[in-house]
């Protein structure tokens, strides 16, 4: 190069390629093409001595010129990468990778639609601990220490007589005790039994406890609530059925079936052709229970039920295997999103 067009040339050259940058570093490889101790702005500086006379001066000065043009160009470059602090292996025009959003787990979804469920009907959130007194779990519920139904339920004993608790009824004992009549709960929470694991059975699910004690709390109350729980959980062409059953904290005490969502009633797999699907168990409190807990049988009464999160869960999704809700399959999670 040996004229003012060479120095033109080079310029727009160099302009052309600093707009091009998007990196540190390929700032840095067109700062050295140009404004190295070898760059062509250098040649050309170099290159002075070879010129006429009439042209080294003109020449000289345009190539200064381009020299400082040129640096205080790459010089707001650089500054504005610093700024943004651009990572140079990171390029900011490829398009961005699309994030999975997370969702609420299976069991948390229906316990949460369980809970509103009850409370739309007026029932409170009352919780306890994990760790439970034998008293709280068995005794204060009417399972004496020889009573056999304390067979019905494997128990964790922690240390002399704390113990995991078996399910969710130890609330009752807890808010009943330090809550005057009327009372109107729901306790969800975590539940342990030592139960070998299988496709129906985990040592470790979630119950949601409900209960009720007024003056003139009857069956038909009871009856009504749970009959309004499953129109707004499962659709109102739901239906119902009370079987006589048994438990030491509830007389009289039944277990509640309902129609099968799957085949309408009219037999599947699912409901074993049977056309019902048993979802909980409840009755009346027992006055035992009201005794120890300081409330007079002759004036309150009341009503109490609980469900397995789980099994309404898996009825109600078509689950076969509860191992499935507790493997962290992020294929099976997806699917409840």
């Not at 005490?253 to 074993?272: M, P």
């Amino acid at each position: 190069m040996s004229g003012l067009d060479d120095v033109k040339k080079l310029l727009a050259e160099a302009k052309a390629a600093l707009s091009e940058v998007k990196s540190p570093k390929e700032l840095e490889a067109v700062h050295l093409r140009f404004l190295g101790r070898k760059g062509e702005v250098t040649s050309i500086l170099r290159g002075l001595k070879d010129l006429p006379d009439e042209l080294k001066k003109a020449v000289g000065a345009a190539a200064n010129n381009a020299r400082q043009e040129l640096e205080e160009l790459a010089g707001t470059i650089g500054e504005k990468f610093k700024t943004l602090k651009i990572d140079p292996t990171f390029d900011p025009t490829l398009p961005g990778i699309s994030q999975r959003l997370g969702a609420i787990h299976i069991i948390n979804k229906v316990m949460a639609q369980i809970v509103q469920s009850f409370q739309r009907m007026g029932f409170a959130i009352a919780t306890g601990p994990d760790i439970e007194t034998d008293y709280n779990n068995f005794e204060g519920l009417n399972f004496p220490p020889d009573h056999p139904a304390r067979d019905m339920q494997d128990t964790f004993y922690v240390e002399g007589n704390l113990l995991l608790r078996t399910h969710t009824s130890p609330v009752q004992i807890r808010v009943m005790e330090k809550t005057k009549p009327p009372v109107k709960f729901i306790a969800p929470g975590k539940t342990f039994r030592n139960e070998a694991i299988s496709a129906r059975s985990n040592y470790v699910f979630h119950q949601v406890e409900g209960f009720l004690v007024d003056k003139g709390v009857s069956l038909a109350d009871l009856k009504a609530c749970l009959v309004a729980f499953c129109k707004d959980f499962f659709g109102e062409d739901i239906k119902l059925r009370f079987r006589p059953s048994y438990f030491p904290f509830t007389e009289p005490s039944a277990e509640v079936d309902i129609t099968c969502f799957l085949c309408k009633g009219e037999g599947c797999q699912l409901c074993k052709y049977a056309g019902w699907l048993e979802i909980l168990g409840c009755g009346m409190i027992d006055p035992n229970v009201l005794r120890n807990v300081n409330y007079d049988p002759e004036i309150y009464s009341g009503y109490a039920f609980g469900m397995g999160v789980e099994r309404i869960a898996m009825l109600k999704y078509g689950i076969r295997d509860i191992r499935l809700l507790y493997e962290n399959d992020i294929r099976f999670v997806r699917q409840f999103i």
